[in-house]
């Protein structure tokens, strides 16, 4: 079957750790994405990448670094700059060109990240 | 000015009523429109997309204004199954900006 996979669902981090959060996916989509939802809030981009080996910071980057070595992985690294790491992250992917405009986003499970 | 914002919510409603949220976004150069449903604790998952001369899905019906800049969603007939978290999503160039999302919740 097709689609995004995020590992693990929970994941518990001593302050001070860096920590990777696993994206995959096999729609053959060029964009990625990493969101951070905290409770009752929207959804905050992190980073998204449009192709491999190029990614671009969204609203809240500082803290927080990516990698696109290949197409199909965009995992997000967590490292000790961040503050308040604990929260609900998510990785999408979408399909098509930018002019493309009606391509849905589609989302993995989601990782839920605790920093203790 | 966030970039995409909604109603505040929360929506209580009974069942079968009519209910309808706004979105409003800040770049007029957006290319696409979207809104999302969020279940507690899951992942967001498309609803429909939006365009330009209003579109129906059942229920729901979807509605753009470019002009104004406002984004707006319908639900008619409500079920307790529509209880969720209704998410407006703004694309330019890949860039996808999601607003904080109108909880809403239907009674028996």
């Known amino acids: 079957d097709g689609g995004i996979t995020q590992s693990p669902k929970y994941l518990f981090r001593k302050e001070g750790q860096n920590v990777t959060l696993s994206c995959e996916q096999n729609l053959n989509h060029d964009a990625m994405y990493w969101y951070r939802q905290d409770p009752g809030q929207g959804l905050r981009l992190i980073y998204y990448?449009?192709?491999?080996?190029?990614?671009q910071k969204g609203d809240i980057a500082e803290g927080y670094s990516v990698s696109r070595e290949k197409k199909e992985s965009f995992p997000l690294t967590v490292t000790s700059a961040q503050k308040n790491p604990t929260a609900f992250y998510l990785c999408?992917?979408?399909?098509?060109?930018?002019?493309?405009?009606?391509?849905?986003?589609?989302f993995g499970p989601g990782t839920r990240l605790t920093v203790l | 000015r966030k970039e995409v914002e909604q109603d505040p919510g929360p929506f209580n409603v009974p069942e079968g009523a009519t209910v309808a949220f706004n979105c409003t976004y800040s770049?007029?150069?957006?290319?696409?429109f979207f809104w999302y449903r969020q279940d507690c604790r899951k992942e967001p998952k498309l609803l429909m997309s939006?365009?330009?001369s209003g579109n129906e899905d059942g229920r729901f019906t979807a509605q753009l204004n470019r002009a104004s800049q406002y984004i707006s969603l319908l639900i008619r007939d409500s079920k307790l199954s529509d209880s969720a978290t209704y998410l407006c999503v703004v694309n330019k160039n890949n860039d996808m900006r999601f607003g904080a999302g109108t909880r809403l919740t239907v009674k028996p």
């Open positions: 999408a992917s979408k399909g098509g060109r930018t002019s493309e405009s009606t391509d849905t986003q589609y």
């Open positions: 939006v365009y330009s």
């Open positions: 990448s449009q192709i491999v080996n190029d990614f």
């Open positions: 770049n007029s150069a957006s290319q696409s």
